[in-house]
């Protein structure tokens, strides 16, 4: 079975820094694009930051400068460096992947992780 879970949130201060990672497990051939997003309480959830294969990526306003997506695909593994954080940047954060396995392609979402910058 194919999934995505994530690890890295918690508890940080204004202005500290967070890693999250997300790993990929299952019979996976490759992945495409892999992606953040965030959603806090009483809002939609927006994408904060992705990553193609070809290795172009695309951030929301509010995140860059601060936060770096990155991937090791040989770990199948994608991480989002969040430094300088923020209160607005608390959220339940999801990975998101397209997946190419041995039976077919996927669009598969992880569990979330929390991020609560607060003082």
């Known amino acids: 079975q194919v999934q995505l879970v994530e690890s890295g949130g918690g508890l940080v201060q204004p202005g500290g820094s967070l890693r999250l990672s997300c790993a990929a497990s299952?019979?996976?051939?490759?992945?495409?694009?892999m992606g953040w997003y965030r959603q806090a309480p009483g809002k939609q959830r927006e994408l904060v930051a992705s990553?193609?294969?070809?290795?172009?990526?695309n951030y929301a306003g509010s995140v860059k400068g601060r936060f770096t997506i990155s991937r090791d695909n040989v770990k199948k593994t994608a991480y989002l460096q969040m430094n300088s954080l923020k209160p607005e940047d608390t959220a339940v954060y999801y990975c998101n992947a397209d997946l190419l396995t041995d039976r077919g392609r996927y669009d598969r979402w992880g569990q979330g992780t929390q991020v609560i910058v607060s003082s």
């Open positions: 990553l193609t294969s070809g290795g172009s990526t």
């Open positions: 299952g019979s996976i051939l490759s992945i495409n694009a």
